[in-house]
């Protein structure tokens, strides 16, 4: 019944969307030196669907700000993990920028070209070859999970720390290869034996796979778990809180959700890569045809703690030593591993 559901609910947003008229119609503003925007209109399009408090949410954010701040008209179309295609090119009708978050959406490479009118900003994977008005947005999410790693392996009582990805994809595995890195990192710097175990949710938006992931890991040995699946770490912090181990968040800060368990988060800033990526092609930079890496030195990747009223697990020594790893991998003085090309 949720599949039918969303299939109706994709249908009836291509409907909606398909009258808004045909591509060459479509309203071109460019770059205002001024920063004016009116007429402009940001389609959002997500791979997936809002509510993960994570990812897809991070970009309506984003969003949000380009509304608030630069005055753009915005469109949201939640993809449910099906018709990409189909919502890219219904976004392209209507607006003038379109976002697509996620890196299912592989055919923009294909797409983008027939609506030249229309600039693309691919968040979380990039074009084979450069798109002239595509912008790639990539994310070194492989930096930031060598601190969530490292975190971990400070905080274990077991030496066993696990991770529950979403899939069995090189964008999750990036996190992966950085989160064991930075566990590793911390097992050598202070003679601890660390081990890390992970599994696949293979799916984003069911937290009851989320939650028997990390019970699985659990049952391994893992006392924190970093969950990389969306609206699964739900599951993941459910278990937690049920089993007594401790989660790691992912892509926002997420220890608000629970902060007795979920000890840090892994903050990927995709909001505002998007909005200040709509900021500086309003100014005048256009980075359209390029790919841009968003990593630590950057500030779009880190680590979060949360409020400083909540509960906070990791000792400040441990908080300490990260900002330096941070500095160094900034500086390239730390080379974190990435699945990445």
């Not at 699985?216 to 924190?224: E, K, P, T």
Request: with cysteine; glycine share 10%; charged share 20%.
């Amino acid at each position: 019944m949720k599949k039918l559901l969303s299939v109706l609910l994709c249908a009836v947003m291509v409907l909606s969307l398909a009258a808004c008229g045909k591509k060459e119609n479509a309203p071109t503003p460019g770059p205002d030196p001024n920063g004016e925007t009116e007429g402009l209109t940001v389609a959002l399009v997500v791979a997936g669907k809002l509510g993960d408090r994570s990812f897809y949410d991070s970009s309506k954010e984003g969003l949000d700000r380009m509304v608030a701040d630069l005055g753009v008209t915005p469109i949201v179309i939640e993809c449910n993990n099906e018709n990409h295609d189909i919502q890219m090119k219904n976004a392209a009708e209507k607006a003038n920028i379109v976002v697509c978050v996620g890196w299912e959406f592989y055919n923009v490479e294909t797409i983008a070209p027939d609506y030249p009118e229309v600039n693309w900003i691919w968040v979380d994977n990039a074009t084979s070859a450069p798109v002239s008005n595509v912008l790639n947005i990539t994310y070194a999410q492989n930096e930031g999970s060598f601190l969530a790693g490292y975190i971990a392996a400070a905080v274990s009582e077991t030496g066993v720390v696990g991770a529950v990805g979403g899939e069995d994809a090189d964008t999750i595995n990036d996190f992966i290869v950085g989160y064991t890195q930075g566990a590793e990192y911390y097992g050598t710097e202070n003679g601890k034996e660390i081990s890390v175990v992970k599994n696949y949710s293979n799916t984003y938006d069911d937290p009851a796979v989320g939650k028997d992931c990390a019970i699985a890991l659990n049952d391994q040995g893992a006392d924190v778990i970093f969950q990389i699946a969306s609206a699964c770490g739900d599951g993941v912090f459910e278990a937690a809180k049920e089993k007594g181990f401790y989660a790691i968040g992912v892509d926002s800060d997420q220890k608000y959700i629970d902060p007795e368990v979920i000890i840090c988060s892994m903050k990927k800033e995709v909001g505002s890569s998007i909005y200040d990526a709509v900021k500086s092609y309003l100014a005048g930079d256009s980075r359209f045809g390029t790919t841009w890496t968003a990593d630590m030195a950057t500030g779009y990747v880190g680590i979060g703690y949360g409020d400083s009223g909540m509960t906070q697990q990791v000792p400040d020594e441990v908080k300490a030593a990260v900002e330096e790893l941070a500095a160094k991998i900034a500086s390239g003085e730390i080379v974190v591993e990435t699945t990445r090309a």
